[in-house]
Every structure is written in C-alpha cells, then in structure tokens.
C-alpha cells in the first residue's frame, strides 16, 4: 500500500509539474502579446501626433486649425495614459497627483506657454488610479484643461485653475475641478451639445460615475467614481 500510495503521489506530482510549466509558458507568451500591443499602441499614437503636428503648420483656417491643436491634445493625453498604463505593468507605482501634473504640464505647453494661468493642485499622493479609469480621467481633465486655457480668461485679471481629489469614502474618489473664468454662457468649448463636453459624459458614464456642474465666479467640475479596493489605490 505505501509503495501504491507513493506511486500516485509521484504522479500526481508529475502531472502537477507538467501543468505548472504549461501555466508559466501561457504566462510568458501573454506577456510577450501584452508588450507588443503595448509598444504598437505607443507607435501609432506617436505617428498620429506627428501627423496632426506637421498639418498644423499647412491649415490657414482659424477653426480647422484650432480643431487640430484640440485632437493633438487628446492625443497626448493618450498617450500619456499608455506611458502609466506601461509603468503600472511594470509593477512601478503611478500615483494621481503625477499623473495629473504631467497632464496639466502638457497641455499648459499647447495654450499657454508664457504660464500666465495658475494651476493650484492638491492631491494627495496615497491616491493611485486603477487602470480601467486612466483613460477615462485623462481625457476628462484634458477636456477641461483645454477649454479653461481656450476660452475662459478673456478679461480675467489674475486666472486660476484648481484640482483637487480625495477619498469621498471607502468606496469612492472625489475629483474637483474649477476656474475663475468667464462661466459657462460665454463659452463655446461648454456648449451642451459640444464634442468635449458629450465626451466628458460618456467618460464619466464609463466609470460608472456621477458630475456635478456649478457656477460661481467661474465654473467647476465635482466628479464622483468608485475604486473596488482602497486598499490596493494607497500607499
């Protein structure tokens, strides 16, 4: 009995062995497939900003041209996105208060090179974003930062921009974002029926969010979204 005994056990071993190969070999070619479509995506993102900036200087229409330098913000945002995406592979951490400066930093260096606008940030380090809402959040802000730089401060003496985040509670972050512009009735870029502002929707709705809108001196975002574990966001 302890030799049949010892027989089933080896070969229980033996089939637990060979499975566990076949596991660390499935394991590797999904991480080969991860990083090529990883390193495809950064390219065409790269090529479709190349192409959008070599355009630029061709369009002699305000509006065209002003449309071109909006989707090459975008895509800057998304490609900002696939950079974190990449380092959150990599097991790096990626916390929202980079994430957002690196945003801010980008599109200040599309519509405001002089850096005559404020941006005041407060957000705590401990916060990090689960993957499936960088996209989402990028876009968002890249929308707002966009629109606050392009149409906001005509007139406006001393111009700010604010954002702030932090846990609601266990369940949900809490995103805000103002500016000390003109509001929202003069502003072509807040339209209801506008591309950025339906984008911002449907961002939002993605993430199975909530948005707020307000106006007071200005006008500022409230955005709601839930995490699934805290835990795994903090530090």
């Given at each position: 009995?302890?030799?049949?005994?010892?027989?089933?056990?080896q070969n229980?071993?033996?089939?637990?062995?060979?499975?566990?190969?076949?596991?660390?070999?499935?394991?590797?070619?999904?991480?080969?497939?991860?990083?090529?479509?990883?390193?495809?995506?950064?390219?065409?993102?790269?090529?479709?900003?190349?192409?959008?900036?070599?355009?630029?200087?061709?369009?002699?229409?305000a509006?065209?041209?002003?449309?071109?330098?909006?989707?090459?913000?975008?895509?800057?945002?998304?490609?900002?996105?696939?950079?974190?995406?990449?380092?959150?592979?990599?097991?790096?951490?990626?916390?929202?208060?980079?994430?957002?400066?690196?945003?801010v930093?980008?599109?200040?260096?599309?519509?405001?090179?002089?850096?005559?606008?404020?941006?005041?940030?407060?957000?705590?380090?401990?916060?990090?974003?689960?993957?499936?809402?960088?996209?989402?959040?990028?876009?968002?802000?890249?929308?707002?930062?966009?629109n606050?730089?392009?149409?906001?401060?005509?007139?406006?003496a001393?111009?700010?921009?604010?954002?702030?985040?932090?846990?609601?509670?266990?369940?949900?972050?809490?995103?805000?974002?103002?500016?000390?512009?003109?509001?929202?009735?003069?502003?072509?870029?807040?339209?209801?029926?506008?591309?950025?502002?339906?984008?911002?929707?449907?961002?939002?709705?993605q993430?199975?969010?909530?948005?707020?809108?307000?106006?007071?001196?200005?006008?500022?975002?409230?955005?709601?979204?839930?995490?699934?574990?805290t835990?795994?966001?903090?530090?």
């Amino acid at each position: 009995k302890v030799a049949e005994r010892t027989r089933e056990l080896q070969n229980s071993n033996a089939e637990l062995a060979r499975q566990q190969l076949e596991l660390s070999e499935r394991n590797a070619r999904i991480a080969t497939l991860i990083n090529e479509l990883s390193h495809r995506v950064k390219n065409n993102l790269q090529l479709l900003y190349s192409l959008h900036s070599l355009q630029i200087s061709h369009i002699q229409d305000a509006s065209s041209r002003e449309i071109l330098r909006g989707n090459l913000a975008r895509i800057q945002a998304m490609m900002l996105v696939n950079n974190k995406l990449t380092l959150l592979e990599d097991g790096q951490p990626v916390t929202l208060s980079d994430f957002i400066a690196g945003l801010v930093s980008h599109v200040q260096q599309v519509y405001d090179t002089n850096k005559k606008i404020r941006v005041e940030q407060s957000v705590p380090a401990r916060i990090r974003l689960q993957a499936r809402h960088t996209l989402s959040i990028g876009l968002i802000l890249s929308e707002l930062l966009t629109n606050s730089f392009k149409y906001a401060f005509q007139n406006i003496a001393s111009p700010a921009i604010t954002i702030e985040a932090a846990y609601a509670d266990e369940k949900n972050i809490c995103l805000y974002y103002a500016d000390n512009g003109a509001g929202i009735q003069d502003l072509p870029g807040y339209h209801k029926h506008s591309m950025g502002l339906s984008l911002i929707k449907d961002m939002v709705r993605q993430m199975h969010g909530a948005m707020e809108v307000s106006q007071h001196e200005g006008l500022a975002y409230t955005f709601t979204f839930p995490v699934t574990n805290t835990k795994q966001l903090q530090v």
